[in-house]
């Protein structure tokens, strides 16, 4: 079992449409949670960053937690074709490295 | 803030030819860097991290003789793939963390896709 679990997708949702994106993990000892955006032959662009549980709002974009399940989510509202991309949840403990997930292909179909 | 350059973005070149890539951080002081691999439509492989001003440290696989680092400043860490050969070619995508505080988000550079013929 992954440490770091995260549907591959792909996805595909109308423009305006409401996203989720979900990661579970197994390791209880995360405690920084972070969603990063990578387009095609880029570099993953930090979108969130949380500590602990709870739900952070930036724009559009959501990110919750919930440690006692081990599941964190990220919500997009009215989304646009320029977030088609695929996005990568990553997890660590303290200052050690990152473990990511394997990244969700979003689409949004205008 | 918290932006990445890393140079150059694309690099071909001949099977047994040394390539050098440089990682700068614009905006912030880095004490920790980070390099990683990434396949096509697979997630990101740390290769290792590198602290400013001491030797790098390789995650396991990973030939330290054939993937040099160098973190001589606070802004800038450099990878040079030695006697490089078409396995090495890759995405290849460093990160810097800003700052020395406790969990630290990383930000990334826009990765070097390296093809050796």
């Known amino acids: 079992q992954k440490e770091v679990e995260q549907d591959p997708g792909p996805l595909s949702v109308p423009e305006g449409a409401i996203v989720s994106l979900n990661c579970t993990y197994s390791?209880?000892?995360?405690?920084?949670f972070m969603w990063y955006r990578q387009y095609s032959r880029k570099g993953p662009e930090l979108l969130m960053y949380?500590?602990?549980?709870g739900n952070k709002e930036d724009g559009r974009f959501t990110a919750q937690v919930d440690k006692s399940s081990k599941y964190i989510s990220l919500f997009i509202r009215d989304s646009q074709p320029s977030d088609s991309a695929t996005y990568l949840c990553?997890?660590?403990?303290?200052?050690?490295?990152?473990?990511f997930g394997t990244g969700t292909r979003l689409t949004i179909i205008p | 803030g918290a932006v990445v350059s890393q140079h150059p973005s694309w690099v071909i070149c001949k099977s047994g030819t040394s390539v050098k890539i440089e990682c700068r951080s614009l905006?912030?002081?880095?004490?920790?860097m980070f390099w990683y691999r990434q396949f096509p439509k697979q997630s990101l492989m740390l290769m290792a991290t590198?602290?400013?001003?001491?030797?790098?440290?390789?995650e396991q696989g990973v030939e330290k003789d054939k993937f040099l680092i160098n973190h001589a400043s606070l802004t800038l860490s450099t990878l040079t793939v030695t006697s490089a050969h078409p396995e090495d070619s890759s995405f290849y995508i460093c990160?810097?963390?800003?700052?020395?505080?406790?969990?630290?988000?990383?930000?990334f550079g826009d990765g070097t896709r390296l093809s050796i013929l």
């Open positions: 390791n209880s000892a995360f405690q920084y």
């Open positions: 905006d912030f002081q880095a004490t920790t």
């Open positions: 990553a997890m660590s403990v303290g200052n050690e490295k990152l473990t």
């Open positions: 590198s602290n400013e001003g001491s030797k790098a440290t390789y």
């Open positions: 990160s810097a963390r800003a700052g020395t505080g406790m969990g630290q988000p990383q930000h």
């Open positions: 949380t500590y602990s549980s």
